[in-house]
């Protein structure tokens, strides 16, 4: 268990410093918009292969409370580990906030005040981790699981220059987002509302992958 834990501490923290950090180096070389964005799409797809693969044969690589709830309610993940989970991908993000603020030099911890929740975000962050969360279910119940890092990077690298929300779609990581001043950060209110739209965006991947597979829940 102490592994598990230190795998998805270790892979929470590299994801949140591989989203701060680009923000905080595309803002000093003052890059465009429109570059920042596929930069950072383009590092964090990359971060999120590496982590996966290498991470997944310890801990199953979740990185994300919303996938520890679904691998939960499928009874793939036991209560008494479910809440250290939660617990050290929250701790991992924090951590990678404040590698990535020292790494730039700025104030270790901040909380932003990015205002990002609107009815557009809402509905991306739901798009984000509908589709995260149903590709991961499809995947391992046709035994293609070494599709997996792939096929999330590549959704998060999709994610991220088509949804509104450039595709959180993890509860961790938006808590990453908010202690920090770049501008990859996410104010309190809004983050509080992410967490909601992710939630119900995972619990909807999991109907709509039960609707699919016509697969029962287990007694």
Known sequence: ????????????????AAVVGPSYMLQDLGASAAVGLLAAAIVVAAVLYVVIAIFGPISAAHFNPAVS?????????????F?????????????????ANLMFERQWISISINGRLGVGEAIGEVVATFGLVLLILLLLHWQKSNLI??????????GHLTTSSTSFANPAVSLGRLLNESGAGIGP???????????????????????????????
């Open 1 to 16: 268990m102490l592994r598990k834990l230190a795998a998805e501490f270790l892979g929470t923290a590299l994801i949140v």
């Open 83 to 99: 809440l250290p989970y939660v617990l050290v991908q929250s701790a991992g993000a924090a951590f990678g906030s404040v590698v």
């Open 149 to 158: 890092p792939g096929a999330v990077a590549l959704w998060i690298l999709a």
């Open 189 to 219: 209110e809004s983050m509080l509302g992410f967490w909601v739209f992710q939630f119900f965006g995972a619990l909807l991947a999991l109907a709509v992958f039960l609707l699919l597979t016509k697969e029962k829940t287990s007694e």
């Open 69 to 81: 709830l679904i691998f939960l309610l499928r009874k793939e993940l036991t209560a008494k580990e």
